[in-house]
């Protein structure tokens, strides 16, 4: 039976552009220019490679977000996914990580996986928590955050590089697995693949074809408020100085003014 | 008192220093109870009693060492039944945010990751995050449940406030996911001897600049001159200069020293994003447009090459 590969992707905004927040202190999506989060360009790379090894896989990837996210699939689908499905509702806006991985949970059991292969973090909440949430959702191994990854008979590996130690893993499919930047540069799309990636199917799914009512999600739902945010004060300019040979004595000097020495 | 739920992160009872901290800020809201597992677990007790927890949970078993994240989550959520606490506080660490998250998700609350600092609110506590590369800084709070808050280092000072501190067993049961995922070997990292990145007063950070593994003896006498640890950009890391441990920025450690010393790196928003909340930031970059200057309290225009070395050499003459 065919691999059934389920590719978690968030469409965030461009970490390079003025990111900043909308009146109801969610972020704002309109200002900033928006993307498929490049760490998970590593989590669809893995998938694909995964595919390559495996006699018969097919992959999908999933995203929660607005209409724009379909920019999102359509990188990761020109990388070479072979389908798509975009959960879109403007119930969920405002979504905190618990209801996302609710509603990612609800669309990878319709969908149907063996593996689903998340990013590390996104590059905007940068929690790091989803891939573990969608595990405990699913009921199913967490093996995660590895920086290299390989499935063969049922049974996923991988190592984790921790604090303290770099660890070893393994765990019987189905599983949820994340992959970090250490997993392996990830292609670019070919012009091949981007032709190819008009014609491969996208699937719109919103809240009721997840059986999910409005009150469950969106920030009705959040179990977390945000209460304000203020951007951080310019740091106050500093002394700069060319090293007309002195430099590092200068430096010196002020790390002794600062108590540093 | 609220009792709060602290989870203890140690080596072989060994108590990190972001737990330490995480008790200052747990009396802020409560009476810190700790909960300390596995290997040792008994032998953080004397630590956390100095610095303020009334109570220390222990439980050991192999499941800890032997399965990823879940054994833990069980314990915890034994923890919570346990105490009924306020709030549950957890060292932001990359596995103690997914400890927290399945936590939380388990027993219907909220959560918040990053905090850098807490504060006693009307309506629970009020966590502080630094978000978008620390460009902004938001108050927020959980709004359903128990609170779960996970805390990044360097976000409050370890304070000495003695508590009785009685070690008490907790019960645990482990759950059918307990043993999903299992860690069939583990390569202890090696000690280089320097203060722990995330920890450390003062990191000193080598990037592109640095050209060559090599040279990164450059960087490491500086550190080692002022007892710092070293840090990496991802451009380093990945040309195989120095290892990925050691990255400071989005997929490396975020750090927040006293002090932050970067030499040869440009300053790209990943990279600031793991280290714009240190106190003082000093540069040293050969190009003076390097986007670093628009954050240093301190920036010298030179070649590395040249100012590390006289550098490190005047500190050796100031320190005597
Ligand atoms: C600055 C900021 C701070 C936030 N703080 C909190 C907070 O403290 N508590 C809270 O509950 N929420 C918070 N949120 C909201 C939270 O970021 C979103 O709910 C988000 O969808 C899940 O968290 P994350 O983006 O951090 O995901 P992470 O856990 O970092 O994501 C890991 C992986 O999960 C997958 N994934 C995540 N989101 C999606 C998606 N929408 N579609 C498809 N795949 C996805 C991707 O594979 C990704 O690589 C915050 C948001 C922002 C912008
Ligand atoms: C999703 C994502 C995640 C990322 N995560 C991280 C991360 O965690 N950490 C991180 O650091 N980056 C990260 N990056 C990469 C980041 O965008 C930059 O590419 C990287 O930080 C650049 O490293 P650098 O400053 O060392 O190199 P460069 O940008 O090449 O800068 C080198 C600097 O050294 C100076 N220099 C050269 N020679 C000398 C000399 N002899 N003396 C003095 N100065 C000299 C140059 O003037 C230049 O300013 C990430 C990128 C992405 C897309």
Request: hydrophobic content about 45%; proline content about 4%.
């Amino acid at each position: 039976m065919s691999l059934r590969i389920v590719v978690t992707v968030k469409y965030v905004p461009d970490a390079t552009g003025d990111r900043h927040f909308a009146d109801d202190l969610t972020v704002d999506r309109d200002d900033v220019d928006g993307l498929l989060s490049e760490l998970d360009e590593y989590a669809v790379e893995q998938a694909l490679q995964i595919a390559e090894d495996a006699d018969d896989a097919e992959i999908t990837v999933l995203t929660v977000g607005p209409e724009d996210a379909k920019d999102a699939l359509r990188k990761a689908l020109s990388m070479g996914a072979d389908k798509a499905i975009h959960v879109e509702d403007d119930d969920l806006h405002g979504t905190d990580a618990i209801g996302t991985s609710l509603v990612l949970a609800k669309a990878i059991e319709k969908a149907g996986y063996d593996l689903v292969i998340s990013g590390m973090a996104s590059t905007d909440g940068t929690m790091g928590v989803v891939p573990a949430l969608l595990a405990e959702r699913l009921g199913v191994p967490q093996v995660t955050l590895l920086s290299e990854v390989s499935v063969e008979d049922g049974v996923v590996k991988g190592r984790r590089d921790g604090d303290a130690a770099s660890e070893q893993l393994q765990a019987s499919l189905p599983a949820v697995v994340s992959v970090t930047d250490q997993s392996g540069e990830a292609r670019y799309p070919s012009f091949k693949g981007i032709m190819a990636a008009k014609k491969k199917p996208v699937q719109s799914w919103d809240l009721s074809d997840l059986d999910l009512e409005a009150e469950e999600v969106g920030l009705e739902g959040a179990w977390t408020a945000v209460d304000s945010a203020a951007a951080r004060p310019a740091r106050t300019a500093g002394t700069i100085v060319k090293d007309e040979g002195e430099g590092g004595k200068q430096l010196a000097e002020f790390l002794a003014g600062q108590k540093f020495i | 008192m609220a009792e709060v739920l602290v989870y203890v992160d140690h080596v072989d009872g060994a108590v990190r220093k972001p737990t330490l901290e995480l008790l200052t800020l747990a009396r802020r809201v409560g009476e810190p109870v700790a909960v300390a597992l596995g290997a040792g677990a008994a032998d953080t007790a004397a630590a956390l009693a100095e610095h303020g927890a009334v109570k220390v949970l222990t439980h050991d078993a192999a499941e800890y060492a032997d399965y990823l994240v879940v054994p833990k989550v069980d314990a915890l959520q034994a923890a919570v039944a346990a105490v009924s606490p306020a709030a549950v506080l957890v060292p932001s660490s990359a596995e103690g945010k997914e400890i927290a998250a399945r936590l939380a998700l388990r027993i219907g609350s909220g959560i918040i990751t990053d905090a850098v600092d807490l504060e006693a609110g009307d309506e629970g506590p009020v966590a502080t995050q630094s978000v978008f590369a620390a460009s902004f800084t938001t108050k927020s709070r959980v709004s359903k449940g128990t609170p779960v808050i996970t805390v990044k280092p360097n976000s409050a000072a370890v304070e000495a406030a003695p508590a009785a501190g009685a070690v008490e067993a907790l019960d645990v049961t482990f759950s059918a996911q307990a043993t999903g995922t299992k860690v069939t070997g583990r390569t202890p990292r090696e000690s280089t001897g320097r203060p722990e990145l995330t920890e450390a007063a003062i990191v000193v950070s080598g990037g592109r600049g640095v050209n060559g593994a090599e040279n990164f003896a450059l960087i490491e006498s500086l550190a080692d001159s002022l007892g710092a640890a070293v840090g990496a950009s991802r451009a380093a890391v990945d040309a195989g200069w120095y290892p990925h441990t050691n990255q400071v920025g989005q997929t490396g450690k975020s750090v927040s020293p006293q002090l932050y010393i970067a030499s040869g790196i440009s300053g790209a928003i990943q990279h600031r994003a793991g280290m714009q909340t240190s106190k003082t930031i000093v540069a040293i970059n050969k190009d003076a447009e390097a986007p670093i200057f628009d954050l240093v309290d301190y920036g010298v225009v030179g070649d590395l090459f040249d100012v590390v070395p006289q550098l490190t050499e005047e500190i050796k003459v100031r320190k005597g």
